[in-house]
């Protein structure tokens, strides 16, 4: 009964942040992140979509949380959040409640810190958990207090508070997000004594941009951390382990095939490592593997005509360009007859929009698809018919 238990276990983890036993390496970036934690430098994250932020993230803050390191980190998602006021909420709540350990500390801190106005406060199932806090907004007083929470209730517990914001980019969308940029950095520069930030997000263009341009207000706020993908060397045994512990074998051949196929993206390597061991009896084999590989594609294959239906002539060359292997230099003469790409000007509007659309990744050395398992779809499916 036990092995069948053992043996009901899910091998592979995609689709939201992951963790335990089912997070592999990232050491190097996890002891950087711990070390910013501990010593109070701000850290901004950034990587193209579904590496593991999130997922590096949530582990480094359980690790710090569980030390005796007095340093207790709060973590919170802005996505939902559309407005300043929103955001002022959310982080009201989530300090409040994380910093916390039973409710009447929170009641007591809300009534402490938020002077001057009651917050309506409104209760979940479990109260000690589940609590949302809303504000009079017209009282900019408040704000400023709102901001100060951390710090205040760091001092008055002697410790240092780490705010990690998912999905920053979000206050892009605020109405005048500039000023509140500046508001966000003057006040949190003053914290640097008890409050440390970690800010990152899924799109790495626009938090590129929030962090790197000299005219925005977070500019060299902190230590950037370019997660880098996780090596094949750490992925093979992690994909054999997974098989092995459900009583299952794959090759390290074929698990390196698996990683080579998604290009060592974290998620597809996970999602591609499930297809493969559902199909498996007991040993992995090449034709489950390619079973696997085109049932990955199928179930994709909807998004990805949608994605190319929305696209131009031009901007379908352009991709065409990449899956053909050109991945800089695209206003060379000769690139721009043989993909028929227009001018120069063209170029760079077709690359803009396409970074927008989140499809391509542009670094410094090379531009490549964002989403590998939509590359090898387009070269199938678009490339190979358009030849
Ligand atoms: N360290 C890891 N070990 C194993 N798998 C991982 C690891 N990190 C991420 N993954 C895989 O990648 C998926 C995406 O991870 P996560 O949500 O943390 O990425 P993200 O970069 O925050 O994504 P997004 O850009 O969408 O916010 C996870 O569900 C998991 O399958
Ligand atoms: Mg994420």
Redesign the pocket.
């Known amino acids: 009964m036990k092995n069948k238990q053992k043996n009901m276990e899910n091998p592979?983890?995609?689709?939201?942040?992951?963790s335990g036993k089912?997070?592999?390496?990232?050491t190097e970036d996890a002891k950087r992140l711990l070390n910013n934690f501990m010593h109070g430098i701000n850290t901004i994250i950034i990587?193209?979509?579904?590496?593991?932020?999130?997922?590096?993230v949530?582990?480094v803050s359980d690790q710090a949380n569980k030390s005796d390191l007095h340093l207790k980190i709060v973590n919170m998602d802005i996505f939902p959040c559309r407005s300043e006021e929103d955001f002022y909420q959310l982080f009201a709540t989530e300090v409040i409640k994380q910093t916390a350990t039973k409710w009447e500390e929170w009641t007591e801190n809300v009534s402490r810190f938020l002077s001057g106005l009651v917050p309506k406060i409104s209760l979940g199932a479990n109260p000690a958990t589940d609590f949302t806090l809303s504000f009079d907004f017209s009282n900019k007083h408040l704000n400023e207090e709102i901001l100060d929470l951390p710090k205040k209730i760091a001092q008055k517990k002697g410790i240092r508070i780490v705010v990690c914001i998912?999905?920053f980019q979000q206050i892009e969308e605020f109405t005048d997000a500039k000023n509140f940029q500046k508001t966000l950095r003057s006040a949190w520069q003053l914290q640097t004594q008890d409050v440390t930030y970690c800010l990152?997000?899924?799109k790495k263009h626009l938090l590129s941009a929030l962090f790197s341009k000299q005219s925005m207000p977070f500019y060299k706020f902190g230590d950037v951390l370019f997660?880098q993908k996780?090596p094949l060397n750490d992925w093979i045994p992690?994909i054999q382990e997974r098989f092995e512990k459900t009583d299952k074998f794959i090759s390290s051949e074929l698990a390196s095939m698996i990683c080579q196929a998604v290009d060592n993206h974290?998620?597809y390597?996970?999602?591609l490592a499930w297809l493969l061991w559902v199909r498996t009896e007991q040993r992995a084999t090449e034709s489950d593997f390619n079973d696997a590989l085109q049932d990955l594609l199928n179930q994709n294959s909807a998004l990805y005509y949608n994605f190319t239906e929305e696209l131009t002539l031009i901007q379908m060359n352009f991709l065409r360009a990449i899956v053909d292997g050109v991945h800089h230099q695209f206003s060379r003469k000769d690139i721009l007859l043989k993909y028929n790409l227009g001018t120069s000007a063209n170029v760079s509007r077709v690359r803009k929009s396409l970074e927008q659309k989140e499809l391509i990744d542009i670094s410094p050395k090379m531009i490549t698809f964002n989403d590998p398992v939509f590359r090898l779809w387009f070269k199938k499916t678009i490339f190979i018919r358009q030849k």
């Open positions: 592979f983890i995609f689709g939201s942040a992951t089912w997070f592999t390496d990232r990587s193209p979509r579904r590496w593991g932020k999130t997922s590096l949530l582990k998912d999905e990152y997000g899924s997660l996780i992690y974290s998620s390597v996970q999602q």
